[in-house]
């Protein structure tokens, strides 16, 4: 790790839900950041906080060009990470945070950034956007993040002081593919089962979806297994029904994509899970099936 000084800021590419609610949580620290939209420019807010009924308006910077010190936070899907990347005039020394659902997009993000320190994280919050300028954040989650090249200290305390604040409980791994592959776990039982059965997370309680939740898990925990990662199916599923309870009232955001007739992270999701276990000789023919079922939905819609 080296020892540069600490003025990092924080630049949060897009304005979809997670990047919105890390804007707001950056506008409530009064941190130095700026957000590159997806349009001319950043789009006014209003975050409103469920539980305590706290809310405020707010309008991000824009960001136009990307300095050494910038930690790049990329809260995207995990579709659109490759062509954003591509189209970011990057330093070598910036940071870049890694922060969607499912996984694939590590080792295209590396060969494409060799010097630059990257991360990955993942959040389990849960937010929604009834409209393009209003993020309403419905529950509490917790938030993992891990090195995936050349650790640096100073960003390193920058990310643990935003994240603990502001998404916190927030867990450093050591191993972030555990954690990443943990978090693949409960997106392969929730995203899918959602959008195929068009329920909220909570609907996931009703006791006929405990066959499939145990499935899923069972062949999740044997290609994880087989990747020499310490995980049980019971583990697994204590994790989904955690995240179901506490986002019970929430649509999945891949409910959400199909509901609107917007691409699902779907092949980064169950078709990670399907790939990988093919290298390995596994069977996972309810993680192969609802692949298929969420993309002849798409199709459909
Ligand atoms: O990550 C999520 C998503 O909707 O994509 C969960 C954790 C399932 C919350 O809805």
Known sequence: MNNAPAAHRLVIVGQGAIGSLLAAKAQQQHLDYGVIPRNKQPLAMH????????????????????SLQDIILLPLKAFQIDNALAHLTIPAEASIVLMHNGMGTIEATQTRFPSNPILAATTSYGVYKPHSNTLVETGQGKTAIGWVQHPNKTVQQCLQSFLETGLGPLYWHDNIQLALWQKLAVNAVINPLTAIHQIKNGGLQDPQFNNVIHEICQEVALVM??????????????????????????????????????????????????????????????NQRLWQQVNQLAQQS
């Open 47 to 66: 975050y409103q906080h469920l539980a305590s009924g706290l809310s405020f308006d707010f309008t991000p910077t824009s960001v136009t060009q990307l």
């Open 225 to 286: 297994q087989a990747l020499n990662m310490p995980v049980t199916i019971e583990a697994l599923k204590d994790n989904v029904r955690e995240v179901i309870i506490n986002t019970a009232d929430n649509y999945s955001s891949m409910n959400r994509d199909i509901a609107a007739g917007r691409p699902s992270e779907i092949d980064f999701i169950n078709g990670y899970i399907v790939q990988q276990a093919n290298k390995l000789g596994i069977d996972v023919s309810h």
